[in-house]
């Protein structure tokens, strides 16, 4: 039988291109497209009203301060000893620290801290107008510094005082120019009377300062001081416990002075102003000694109102929600100076 050939297999396709050929197009790709990130979403600022609820809501989770009087750390109590609490501060003031407001109501009573805070207040019901002078000569500020039976080494010392000062003299600080020409606030005002006020409440302040570095006890305690903020001339008194209805203090002395209405805030605002700046002044004089500036902090009162008006409860005393601003200010200077001094 004859032997039969296998078919030949197919010639495989020559790779190579023939002389004179036109290139073969490469077949088409899809091609890949990077997909890029989604955009993250802008976050906008928190508005005003958002930094404020956010502020209060941290300011509520903090501990409110315990305020004790000095015969509250003499009774012998164990619960009303400055000791049990992890931070004592030592308070001595005018009218904004008192207690005998009606409602009751004063800057102390608003302090929040992150830890339990003693506040001794040597500041009395009644102390409506109480000079830096008598501040500096309180026998009880002298023992709460320096005696080691009576007082205790403070991490820090909060002062509210000049205020008070402004108020009682104003009457000695204000003029009319002859024939009433004045055409700004300063031309009301006797400058030499209101430098001479400011010097008395800054030697206040050095006196005090004097006082705690005089023994070991609490030499160098960090010392906290404010500047108040802008009363409104009315006639709207104060009432308190025991003493019934105060004031109005700054509306008498216009009134008496003559000073025009349409001049009067601007007035009392020239004269708030001198007196921070010379207590601000003292923060770069005295050792250990800090000022918080809470000038603008507060809604003025409308002028001619009588009653409770912006954020001031009468003529010279802050609400309690106004209270509350300044020691909100207040109270990051205070909390730095409590943690310097812990061990």
């Keep these: 039988m004859a032997k039969t050939k296998k078919a030949a297999k197919p010639a495989a396709a020559s790779r190579r291109r023939a002389p004179g050929a036109a290139r073969a197009k490469p077949a088409a790709t899809k091609a890949r497209v990077a997909k890029r990130p989604a955009p993250r979403p802008v976050k906008k600022p928190a508005r005003a009203s958002e930094r404020k609820r956010a502020a209060a809501k941290a300011r509520a989770a903090l501990w409110p301060v315990q305020v004790l009087s000095v015969a509250d750390t003499q009774s012998g109590n164990p619960g009303t000893s400055p000791g049990k609490y992890e931070a004592r501060i030592l308070a001595e003031g005018d009218s904004w620290f008192t207690i005998g407001a009606i409602p009751s109501s004063n800057l102390l009573f608003e302090l929040r801290f992150p830890r339990t805070t003693a506040v001794v207040n040597i500041a009395y019901p009644g102390d409506t107008i ?114 019934g209805f105060k004031g109005p203090w700054l509306h008498r002395a216009f009134e008496a002075a003559g000073i025009p209405e349409p001049m009067r805030v601007g007035v009392a605002d020239r004269m708030f102003n001198a007196l921070a700046d010379g207590i601000v002044r003292l923060a770069g004089e005295l050792p250990a000694f800090r000022v918080v500036d809470t000038r603008n902090t507060l809604v003025r009162a409308t002028p001619g109102s009588t009653g409770a008006s912006g954020d001031w409860l009468n003529e010279i005393h802050p609400t309690s929600a106004g209270y509350a601003k300044i020691a909100g200010k207040l109270e990051p200077t205070i909390d730095a100076a409590v943690v310097a001094a812990m061990p």
């Design 130 to 243: 109480k000079r830096m002078a008598d501040l500096a000569g309180n026998p009880d500020l002298r023992k709460m510094l320096t005696n080691r039976n009576f007082g205790w080494k403070w991490h820090a010392i909060v002062l509210s005082g000049g205020g008070n000062d402004l108020i009682d003299r104003a009457g000695e600080c204000l003029r009319v120019p002859p024939g009433g020409s004045g055409t700004a606030p300063a031309d009301y005002i006797d400058a030499a009377a209101l430098d001479a006020l400011v010097a008395d409440v800054q030697r206040g302040y050095r006196d005090i300062v004097a006082l705690r570095d005089s023994t070991s006890l609490n030499k160098g305690v960090t010392i906290v001081a404010h500047t108040y903020d802008y009363a409104t001339p009315r006639n709207a008194p104060a009432k308190f416990l025991f003493v």
